[in-house]
């Protein structure tokens, strides 16, 4: 297509690449069409018959030489074109009865109505083969009958149908997104099968249509070889328009597809398919564009399904940052990896060129049978510095602007031009890189709320995620906390109703209170509500305040309980997604408490790194920090303060006693402490050079064996 496509043709050519390429194409046909008998699934047919059958009329319909000027005719084009278009009979002659959709009912109103102009439609076209013989004026007053009394109200109630039933199916595989991004589950295959057998079926139906007509005006232009005129081609381009209409909305934008928090600089995978099997494409544009714009491309998604948009008009917007891709190939820096999780993966600005979009080639998916816009190596940069990509709108303090990638896809229209196919990613925000200090660390709290309370609470509205302004009740804050926390720590046991006991009644204060609840009805809770910093913790001369969502110095225990003075759950998934910590086999084996209170614990009294109880009595310890997790993990700490305070039990979150000693038998705990290596030194001790003495390193403590001294000869 890319070959044919603008291709100025001559006459005087010897071999033509342009005529080698039909020849080629032509035998692919040939075989692929006789194979047709042998697919007996209804599904698998329907794909391949309407994959062959748009391939050639779009090749087809680029073949102009023949009709640009009777008197200058190649010859061996003429040839072909019959030949392709004989190919195109095979296929009216294969072709199996037109069904509605798997997702639609038989007896559904707008296919029956649309199915009620589709078989007089066909029925008045196959007439007018018997017509051929009648003069041409005669013959073109019944094809602009046939147009305006069938074929146009044929091709008007089809648009109705396809109207009526694609916002339900694109309103579907988009909750499929949410519910992956939230729940970070795979998206069910009978979504993206749905959208895929809607487009297919579809499709197919106009094929028959485009198929016949063109068979028609092959048949008449046979019949008329010397005729200027080409009256079925204004009723071709009738149906082509459709079909373009139809796929103008037929990407799936898979990204982001875990994280929604982009960081600029960072390289990051992007992939795109396409929903329609028999679509063909020549490229893909992405850019970042804002919320704002994201809408203005929805309304004119909107307009051109309604028809009130031509397909074939591009259409610009403003980018809301900039794009860059990064070389697959050469030299790139270590710590440079794409991943979807982000990580350390930054880039110097010089490496790339950043522009407002960037355009990829498409590739072909053998394992969905579809084009598709994948690339491993995309990063973004923007322009805007931090107070700018603050959004204070409607009093949101806190809240991070939102973005979408706008893809727009040029293909390869059947009528032998160009046309658009639109979509728009789930939402995302940018953050900034800078140094990992504090402030920093509550930007990018904002981030993680913006995202955590955007996925949580939105409304749908199409491709578009609405922020939600109005509060949402305590339940399903607690629902959508316990997700949170149960995905992004990476385990098997959730947060309980009594870890919300310590939340209940300090999510809000005076002011960032914007509901009043009557009593005995559960509390409305807002954005403003879980990053208000109305949470205080005062230690010596340190007056800190944090918010529910990020705290400050978490209290942790490792061996009996999660404490925590200042309560963030930033704080608390930092702690579990650190490997080294080895706290999440403890929570999910429930060694670990939720969130105590401190009476609870007080009452407890076996808490091990909160206070425990032997011979000095109660002792309160100092609450270990990530940093010193990361220096020496949870079960080290048990295991010392265990054998430091004489500790035979711990008491797990399900109120039953485990002896320390089948802890330390299950999680191998002290394995390193105890593998001693035996050294033998002159250095350690008092004495003449020749004497040595006997060491036993266990762990970082040395052992000495006075006992075992040796005087050498």
């Known amino acids: 297509l890319c070959a044919l496509h603008g291709v100025r043709k001559t006459v005087d050519t010897t071999d033509d690449p342009v005529k080698t390429l039909l020849n080629q194409l032509f035998c692919v046909y040939e075989k692929r069409i006789e194979n047709l008998d042998n697919e007996a699934v209804t599904s698998t047919f329907t794909i391949e018959w309407t994959r062959l059958t748009w391939s050639l009329l779009s090749v087809i319909s680029r073949l102009t030489s023949r009709f640009i000027d009777p008197r200058h005719v190649d010859h061996e084009e003429q040839q072909l074109t019959k030949r392709l278009n004989i190919k195109l009979f095979d296929l009216i002659n294969k072709a199996r009865p037109v069904r509605p959709p798997p997702t639609m009912l038989e007896n559904d109103y707008r296919w029956v109505q649309f199915y009620g102009f589709l078989a007089p439609t066909l029925t008045t076209l196959h007439d007018l083969y018997s017509q051929l013989d009648t003069p041409l004026p005669t013959l073109d007053s019944a094809i602009a009958a046939f147009a305006d009394a069938q074929l146009r109200p044929c091709v008007e109630a089809f648009r109705e149908l396809c109207r009526s039933h694609s916002t339900s199916i694109f309103s579907s595989l988009r909750a499929a997104q949410l519910d992956r991004m939230a729940n970070v589950r795979e998206i069910p295959e009978e979504k993206l099968g749905a959208a895929t057998s809607y487009y297919t079926s579809l499709l ?383 929570w999910d084996d429930f060694i670990l408490h939720g969130l105590t209170d401190i009476n609870e614990a007080m009452t407890l009294r076996g808490s091990i790194c909160i206070s425990t109880r032997g011979e000095r009595g109660i002792v309160h310890l100092e609450p270990i920090e990530l940093k010193k997790l990361q220096a020496k993990s949870a079960f080290e700490y048990l295991a010392d303060i265990a054998e430091s305070e004489k500790i035979e039990y711990v008491l797990t979150a399900e109120h039953s006693l485990v002896p320390v000693a089948q802890l330390v038998e299950k999680y191998k705990i002290g394995a390193d402490l105890h593998r001693a290596r035996h050294v033998q030194s002159n250095i350690t001790h008092n004495g003449p050079l020749d004497t040595t003495c006997e060491m036993r390193l266990a762990g970082n403590i040395a052992h000495i064996d006075m006992k075992h001294i040796m005087k050498k000869c």
């Open 204 to 586: 197919y139906t106009l094929g028959i249509l485009a198929s016949r007509l063109q068979g028609f005006r092959f048949e008449l232009q046979c019949k008329f070889p010397y005729s200027m005129s080409d009256p079925v081609r204004g009723l071709l381009d009738v149906v082509y328009l459709t079909v373009d209409q139809l796929v103008a909305d037929c990407l799936f934008a898979a990204e982001p597809s875990i994280n929604a928090i982009l960081v600029t600089n960072n390289l990051f995978p992007f992939n795109c398919d396409s929903l329609a099997h028999a679509v063909t494409y020549k490229q893909f544009d992405v850019q970042i564009v804002s919320e704002e714009t994201a809408q203005a491309v929805q309304i004119q998604m909107n307009k051109v399904r309604d028809g009130t948009f031509s397909p074939h008009i591009p259409g610009n917007f403003p980018s809301a940052a900039l794009l860059a891709m990064k070389p697959t190939s050469g030299v790139k820096r270590n710590n440079a990896t794409a991943n979807a999780e982000g990580g350390n993966t930054a880039h110097k600005k010089s490496d790339v060129n950043s522009k407002e979009s960037v355009m990829l080639t498409p590739s072909y998916s053998d394992k969905l049978c579809t084009w598709q816009a994948t690339y491993p190596h995309l990063l973004c940069t923007t322009r805007q510095k931090d107070t700018v990509l603050l959004d204070n709108r409607a009093g949101q303090v806190g809240k991070r602007p939102v973005f979408y990638f706008y893809i727009r896809a040029t293909i390869f229209s059947p009528s032998g031009g160009l046309s658009y196919v639109r979509s728009l990613s789930l939402p995302f925000t940018i953050a900034t890189r800078r140094n990992q200090d504090c402030q920093v660390q509550r930007m990018m709290s904002s981030y993680t709320a913006t995202c955590f309370w955007l996925y949580g609470t939105s409304t749908l509205d199409g491709l578009i995620f609405n922020w939600s302004e109005t509060g949402i009740k305590w339940s399903r804050f607690k629902q959508l906390y316990q997700a949170y926390f149960t995905v992004n720590a990476e385990v098997k046991r959730p947060l309980s109703d009594v870890d919300f006991q310590l939340m209940k009644e300090k999510m809000e204060c005076e002011d960032c209170r914007e509901y009043s609840t009557a009593e005995g009805e559960e509390p409305l809770l807002t954005f403003k509500n879980v990053l208000c910093p109305h949470l205080r913790y005062d230690c010596d001369q340190n007056n800190l305040r944090f918010s529910i969502w990020r705290g400050k110095n978490i209290r942790t225990s490792a061996a009996d309980e999660i404490t925590c003075d200042h309560l963030g759950i930033l704080e608390v998934l930092q702690i579990f997604q650190d490997p080294r910590t080895n706290v999440k086999q403890l």
